[in-house]
């Protein structure tokens, strides 16, 4: 793991530094505030112990600093002090910062503070990639929805086309046979062509209009079981 560790205390920075690279992990250190914030810029570490007390930029503002630039990677930030009073430490947990070693403080209660630095960051990496996954599979699933509804569009413009042109042709040649002479019997059976031709065409024109409205309206289906009864009438009429 990547850890910055800002102290103007020499012999403190020489321990905490010693301490974490015999436990393997990567240190980088500075003596002030400036100093951190420039090292920090430079490779967003995963882990940093901070001395709040430093010349030129205090660890507090300097945690601000991080959380203000921060955005998907994180830091996990310790802050070193001599400080014990409650109001200091809210303080401190309102700028962003996570943990707390208390001064004077031996190297295995450093070493504890480290672990549980190590278990939060693993589990904030889960956590990130869980939502990165997430974020995957959602945009698959918007690219799967918009394929089928340009399909569904397709087919509504196709079947439109397909269906309406027949119908059109049947009414044309209804229309010319008006033109002759009919016996009453015949103009009965053309204008009877006709106000079915239009009859389907309405139907038509509802049907491939019902995936464009509401699922709370009835008003189609309402229409269609109207036609319906109105068609059996006329059936059992003539």
């Known amino acids: 793991m990547d850890i910055l560790v800002a102290d ?41 112990i901070f001395d709040w007390t430093m010349p030129g930029l205090e660890g507090l503002e300097l945690c601000r600093r991080i959380r203000f630039e921060q955005s998907r990677e994180f830091t996990y930030i310790i802050l070193v002090t001599a400080r014990s009073s409650r109001a200091n430490y809210l303080e401190a947990m309102d700028a962003g910062v996570d943990d707390f070693i208390s001064k ?53 413009s196709r079947a439109s086309h397909e269906l309406r042109t027949p119908m059109h042709h049947i009414l044309g040649f209804a229309q010319m046979l008006q033109l002759a002479e009919l016996t009453a019997k015949q103009e009965k059976n053309v204008q009877q062509i006709l106000a079915s031709g239009h009859h389907l065409l309405t139907l038509i024109d509802r049907l491939l209009g019902v995936p464009k409205s509401n699922s709370d309206d009835l008003g189609f289906v309402e229409a269609v079981n109207s036609d319906k009864q109105n068609d059996a009438k006329s059936t059992v009429k003539n």
């Open 8 to 48: 103007d205390d020499s012999a403190i920075r020489f321990l905490v530094s010693s301490a974490l690279t015999d436990l393997g992990h990567t240190v980088d250190s500075a003596e002030n505030g400036y100093d951190a914030w420039v090292a920090w810029k430079r490779g967003h570490h995963q882990l940093a």
């Open 104 to 156: 004077p403080f031996e190297t295995e209660q450093l070493v504890a503070h480290v672990r549980v630095a190590t278990r939060i960051l693993g589990l904030h990496e889960s956590l990130r990639l869980a939502n990165t996954d997430l974020e995957h599979r959602i945009h698959e699933r918007t690219a799967e929805l918009e394929s089928a509804l340009r399909t569904k569009t397709e087919f509504l």
